[in-house]
């Protein structure tokens, strides 16, 4: 057991004396909006099954996403709302 703190006592010491040694890995910031896009927002609703089943069939017959159906259809709504 003495041996034990003795190994954590030394430990220590050595954390306090040595010298920070310098990183080997860089660190830099992501950038964001490289690409152009518009940064987003998470939305999380909950909607009506037979609404969420209408967007998945229109996302299928149309190649678009459940992102941009809401996306095309809450910009289009706001449009007509604000002016």
Do not use: C, F, H
Request: charged content about 35%; aromatic content about 4%; hydrophobic content about 35%.
């Amino acid at each position: 057991m003495t041996d034990y703190k003795n190994k954590l006592g030394n430990l220590a010491d050595r954390l306090k004396n040595e010298e920070p040694k310098t990183p080997i890995q860089e660190v830099n910031p992501v950038k964001n909006n490289i690409s152009g896009k518009e940064e987003e927002g998470q939305l999380n609703v909950w909607i009506p099954k037979t609404l969420l089943k209408k967007i998945k069939n229109y996302g299928v017959e149309q190649e678009l996403s459940q992102k941009e159906i809401a996306i095309r259809a809450l910009e289009k709504y706001l449009l007509g709302v604000i002016r």
